[in-house]
């Protein structure tokens, strides 16, 4: 598939320029010029240009980038080329399976390198008995408040307010809520990011069992 090129007006502002924005989302996930290019039906020059801000696609190459990329057009426009905001309270509700505790995303679901989950776990809630891994490469938690027992096969370290730990997430663990007087507020931080989680309103998952499915 071909498509021509438009050449971008030097003197558009730089809300007109998306192609900064379009290689941050590129990046964030991971892929390659290459990859996108492919499967959004453009050449890798095409591409670069356009991540450039040197060339502008037809309104249907950017669309076809934007379904390559699993993000809305209208994002290109709306979210600051430095960053995107996760609005406190608005924090995607996620299931990474588990019992008796609530967990959010706090980076955006199309960020591939990094992902932080806050997790609000119940007295004795937790990952259940049976350990689980996950296909990354570090692990970082904090506790905001309460105290997390983190289990390992040889030993168990506990985990009060303000503590952290960093670990691979590829060695069998589990975590469970160690204060009874109320939840335990937990920050995770996984790199890279996993799999996307489905809806929270599916009881009885287990962590271990999500995990063994993004591994399949």
């Known amino acids: 598939m071909t498509a021509s090129v ?3 007006d030097p003197t558009a502002t730089d809300t007109a320029k998306i192609g900064q924005r379009l290689k941050a989302v590129r990046r964030a996930q991971r892929r390659t010029l290459e990859e996108v290019a492919e499967a959004s039906g453009l050449t890798k020059g095409f591409l670069s240009k356009i991540e ?16 390559t990329l699993n993000v809305p057009l209208s994002s290109l426009f709306e979210n600051d080329s430095t960053g995107e905001v996760v609005r406190n309270g608005s924090y995607p509700r996620i299931d990474f399976g588990g019992q008796d505790l ?10 591939r390198r ?4 806050m997790s609000e776990v119940q007295p004795g809630g937790g990952s259940g008995n049976e350990g689980y891994s996950l296909p990354a490469e570090v ?6 408040s ?17 503590d952290a730990f960093t670990f691979d997430p590829s060695t069998p663990h589990t975590f469970r809520a160690a204060d009874v007087d109320g939840p335990t507020t937990v920050m995770w931080v996984i790199c890279p990011a996993l799999a996307a989680a489905g809806s929270a309103d599916r009881p009885g998952n287990s962590r271990a069992a999500y995990a063994a499915r993004l591994v399949v």
């Open 6 to 8: 438009v050449r971008a």
């Open 102 to 111: 609530a967990e959010y995303l706090l980076t955006p679901p199309a960020e």
């Open 114 to 117: 990094v992902q932080v989950i």
């Open 52 to 67: 450039r801000d040197l060339a502008s696609a037809s309104v249907a190459a950017l669309l076809r980038i934007c379904a």
């Open 139 to 144: 692990e970082f938690v904090y506790v905001v």
């Open 146 to 162: 309460g105290a997390l027992d983190l289990g390992f096969a040889e030993r168990t370290i506990r985990l009060g307010a303000g």
